[in-house]
C-alpha cells in the first residue's frame, strides 16, 4: 500500500501577499517578476495549481499558509473550492489593532484551522496575555496553533531587499510551552524543530503534551550545533515525543519550484536509517495530519 502523504507546511503566496509584502514595489506581477517567480494570477487559479502539483506528487492534504496578515481571505477562496484537500492557516499578529477582529472573522467566517503566531517578526512574548487570546480563540473555534520559534529567515524579503529586523529572543518554546499549559484542547505546531531551540523545544514538548513538531524545510539551522544531524534530530523527536507528536511538512511556497519532493525524499532516507515503522511512518507522513484535521 502506497505511504498516504499529507503536508502541514506549504505557503500560499498569493498576489495580495506580494501586494501586501511589497506595496511600493509596482504590484504583484513586477514583484514575481523581480524574484522569478510565476505570477499567482487569483487565489482560486493558484489554488488549482496547487492542486495540480500535489496530484502529481501523490499528496493527499495540505494546509496552506497565508504568509502575510491580512491576506486569510485568498487561502480561504482556494480552501473553498477543494476543502477535503486543503487545511487554511493565516499569519496572526495579535499586537495589530483590530487583531481581535481579525482572528474571529478568519476562524468564524473564513472557516481558517491554524493560527500562525511569528513573534519574533512582530514583536511579542509567547506568555503574553494576547497570545493567551489567540489560545482562547482556537479553543473556541476546534483551530490548531502554529508558533514559529528559533531562527527566523525569510528568504523573499531578502531577495527585494526588504529589512528583516526579527527579535529572536522572543521565539522560546518554553514561554510557549507556559501559555499552551492551560488550553490542553489546542493543538499547538512548532515548525522545523524549534528551529535552533531544539533543546528548548525538546523541553517544552516534555512538559506540554499537546506541542507537536513539522518536520518541514532543509532544516539548515543544524549548522549551528556544530555535529548535529538532520538524521539525529529526528532520533532525540521521536525519544521525546514518539511519532504521534511529528507532523510531515515541506515548506514548499512558490512556483514555478513548487513541491520540494527533495525533503520528502530526504525524511524517508533518514527514517530508512533509523528503523522507523510502517506505523510509525504513516502517522507522521499523514495519519497525525488528518487526526489534527479531520474532513
Known amino acids: 500500500m502506497a505511504l498516504m502523504i499529507n503536508d ?12 501586501l509584502l511589497a506595496a511600493d514595489a509596482g504590484g504583484a506581477d513586477e514583484i514575481a517578476k523581480r524574484l522569478q517567480w510565476d505570477p499567482p494570477r ?8 496547487w492542486l ?15 504568509s502575510m496578515p491580512g491576506d486569510a481571505a485568498s487561502v480561504a477562496e482556494a480552501v473553498a473550492h477543494h476543502p477535503d484537500r486543503f487545511v487554511g492557516f493565516f499569519m496572526h499578529n495579535p499586537m495589530a489593532p483590530g487583531a481581535d477582529i481579525l482572528l474571529t472573522r478568519a476562524l468564524k467566517e473564513l472557516h481558517m484551522r491554524g ?38 529567515s525569510v528568504g523573499v524579503r531578502g531577495k527585494l531587499g526588504l529589512p528583516s529586523r526579527f527579535d529572536l529572543r522572543l521565539g522560546d518554546p518554553l514561554a510557549l510551552a507556559k501559555t499552551a499549559l492551560a488550553f490542553p484542547n489546542v493543538p499547538v505546531i512548532v515548525p522545523h524543530f524549534g528551529a535552533g531551540f531544539f533543546r528548548e523545544a525538546l523541553m517544552a514538548a516534555e512538559q506540554c503534551p499537546t506541542i507537536h513538531f513539522d518536520t ?23 525519544g521525546v515525543v514518539g511519532a ?16 520540494q519532493a527533495g525533503v520528502y525524499k530526504e525524511q524517508q532516507r533518514i527514517m530508512d536509517t ?19 484535521f479531520p474532513l
Open 274 to 292: 533509523l528503523g522507523v515503522s510502517a506505523t510509525d511512518r504513516a502517522a507522521i507522513f499523514g495519519g497525525n495530519f488528518d487526526r489534527l
Open 115 to 152: 493560527i500562525c503566531l511569528f513573534p519574533a517578526m512582530q514583536g511579542y512574548h509567547l506568555d503574553d496575555e494576547r497570545v493567551e487570546t489567540v489560545f482562547r480563540a482556537a479553543a473556541e473555534h476546534g483551530a490548531a496553533v502554529f508558533a514559529h520559534c528559533g531562527l527566523l
Open 42 to 49: 487569483t487565489a482560486v487559479e493558484l489554488g488549482e495549481r
Open 244 to 259: 504521534s507528536r511529528l507532523l510531515f511538512g515541506t515548506d514548499s511556497s512558490w512556483f514555478p519550484r513548487g513541491w
Open 52 to 66: 495540480a502539483e500535489l496530484e502529481r506528487h501523490g499528496v493527499s492534504r495540505a494546509a496552506l499558509i497565508a
Open 8 to 19: 502541514v507546511h506549504c505557503h500560499f503566496f498569493s498576489t495580495r501577499f506580494l501586494e
Open 216 to 238: 518541514s524545510s532543509s532544516n539548515s539551522w543544524i549548522r549551528f550545533e556544530p555535529g548535529l544531524t538532520l538524521d539525529a534530530v529526528f532520533k532525540a523527536a521521536l
